[in-house]
């Protein structure tokens, strides 16, 4: 990649914030409606092609020379939107497969996997998203751009990332037909030893969500 395409919203800042804030506004409208539950048998290839978008975004952000917001401290955008009954809806729709196991830093040497969820994550990446929403809606586009940015080396990226791996797994598992035993222990609310969490990481019921979420792609 050249400097001048890095660097190519450098340019034009507008033209890149408002790149930026429809791709944020499109993935909060899309994954929202995801979780309805209209659509459960595709709600697993959705997330996928979701997730993916908004890590490309991600990238974009990390790649950017660092923002500077205009003023000092951080405007007060009010109380944050409710997010549990979006994080309630996708555990019901989700289970069982909706814990899994990560390694939270790939270079800390020896870490142990932990355990997430995938409603867990969907919830704080909307929380995310929306609180730079609010500084854009109301004008303030640098501290719009600041805290995209920021949470994205810092919170909602490397979640992200890790809900991909997660999702790509399942549809990965499901579509070349390697069912996997159940999750038996594996837990966001207990600490396993690290050998026990390394022998269940990744394992689901595949056999469970091949009926009521046969993961059909998004669009067939």
């Not at 034009?12 to 993935?27: K, N, R, T």
């Not at 997730?51 to 003023?71: C, K, M, N, W, Y």
């Not at 069982?96 to 870490?111: A, L």
């Not at 640098?142 to 790509?168: D, H, I, K, V």
């Amino acid at each position: 990649m050249s400097d001048a395409t890095l660097h190519d919203a450098k340019r034009d800042p507008d033209d890149f914030a408002v790149s930026l804030s429809d791709s944020i506004e499109s993935f909060i409208v899309a994954v929202t409606e995801v979780s309805r539950g209209d659509e459960p048998d595709s709600a697993v290839p959705f997330l996928l092609l979701e997730i993916s978008q908004l890590l490309l975004t991600g990238g974009r952000l990390g790649a950017h020379e660092d923002f500077v917001p205009d003023e000092r401290y951080e405007p007060d955008v009010g109380p944050e939107p409710d997010v549990d009954e979006l994080r309630e809806r996708f555990a019901t729709m989700l289970d069982p497969v909706d814990v899994y196991s990560e390694v939270f830093d790939p270079y800390v040497p020896r870490t142990a996997p932990v355990a997430s969820r995938i409603s867990d994550d969907l919830a704080d990446i909307i929380t995310d998203l929306r609180h730079g929403m609010a500084h854009y809606r109301d004008g303030r586009v640098s501290e719009a751009l600041w805290w995209w940015q920021f949470s994205y080396l810092s919170n909602w990226g490397p979640t992200a990332s890790a809900c991909l791996r997660a999702l790509q797994s399942l549809v990965a598992h499901v579509r070349l037909d390697q069912p996997l035993a159940e999750l038996d222990g594996l837990d966001t609310d207990v600490m396993a030893p690290e050998e026990q969490l390394a022998e269940e990481a990744g394992r689901v019921m595949a056999a469970e969500i091949g009926g009521p979420m046969r993961m059909r792609a998004a669009g067939s």
